[in-house]
């Protein structure tokens, strides 16, 4: 079990450039989710996938957002026209599909727009 | 809707000390509860859960109790070393139907003192 992972673990980019982030789940798990977590706050909900499925979605994802899991394994979440009220971590977590099962979280990505 | 409500911190506190902290909720039905940990430069680990009501969820000395008569999933711990400073988020899932996301508190910060 080599755990949730996330890439980049940095990214500084410049407002209005576009930005991808990785994450690779663990692998016998089927649901994986996005979090964004600003400075001094708990995580908050962006999307999550059963599957290949994207199932829900925040309405704090606005359509500068999206995201992908295209063959139900790795994800991708693209911002595009960044503005600097994306700054945060970028969180990726996955679990397993029965109800209250526990999410296990990547260590992030830092996304600094100057 | 949902919602977790944590105490503020941050909790400063000496070696040996006892702790809690704080956490309550709102949510309809019977949701799963959790408590996080984030150390220094990390990312977010489980603590521990608890499922149903009464349940108490218990992880390297920290203990908590799911009392739904209160709304009110407590975190303590008997004796806190240096080592357990870092941040705690208390969180639900609320595992009906699609909906897959953690609701979490705001957070906080323990500091144990030698």
């Known amino acids: 079990d080599t755990g949730v992972s996330q890439n980049p673990r940095h990214k500084i980019t410049k407002r209005g450039q576009n930005v991808t982030f990785r994450c690779d789940p663990i692998?016998?798990?089927?649901?994986l989710y996005w979090y964004r977590q600003t400075l001094g706050q708990g995580p908050e909900f962006l999307t999550y996938?059963?599957?290949?499925?994207?199932?829900?979605k925040s309405r704090l994802l606005s359509d500068r957002f999206s995201a992908e899991r295209p063959k139900g394994s790795f994800s991708t979440l693209e911002i595009q026209r960044t503005e600097q009220g994306d700054s945060a971590m970028y969180l990726c977590?996955?679990?397993?599909?029965?109800?209250?099962?526990?999410?296990?979280f990547g260590p992030g990505t830092r996304l600094l727009v100057l | 809707g949902n919602s977790v409500t944590q105490m503020e911190g941050p909790v400063t506190l000496s070696e040996e000390a006892f702790l809690t902290i704080n956490c309550t909720y709102t949510a309809t039905g019977y949701p799963s509860l959790f408590w996080y940990v984030q150390y220094p430069g990390e990312g977010l680990q489980l603590l521990l859960k608890?499922?149903?009501?009464?349940d108490k969820g218990s992880n390297k000395g920290f203990e908590a109790t799911y009392r739904k008569e209160t709304t009110s999933f407590h975190l303590e711990k008997g004796s806190v070393q240096v080592s357990d400073s870092a941040v705690y988020f208390c969180?639900?899932?609320?595992?009906?139907?699609?909906?897959?996301?953690?609701?979490f508190g705001q957070g906080t910060t323990l500091q144990v003192k030698p």
């Open positions: 977590a996955s679990s397993l599909m029965t109800p209250g099962e526990t999410q296990y």
């Open positions: 692998s016998e798990h089927n649901r």
């Open positions: 996938f059963q599957n290949e499925a994207q199932l829900e």
């Open positions: 608890a499922t149903k009501a009464d």
């Open positions: 969180a639900l899932h609320h595992g009906s139907g699609n909906t897959g996301k953690l609701i």
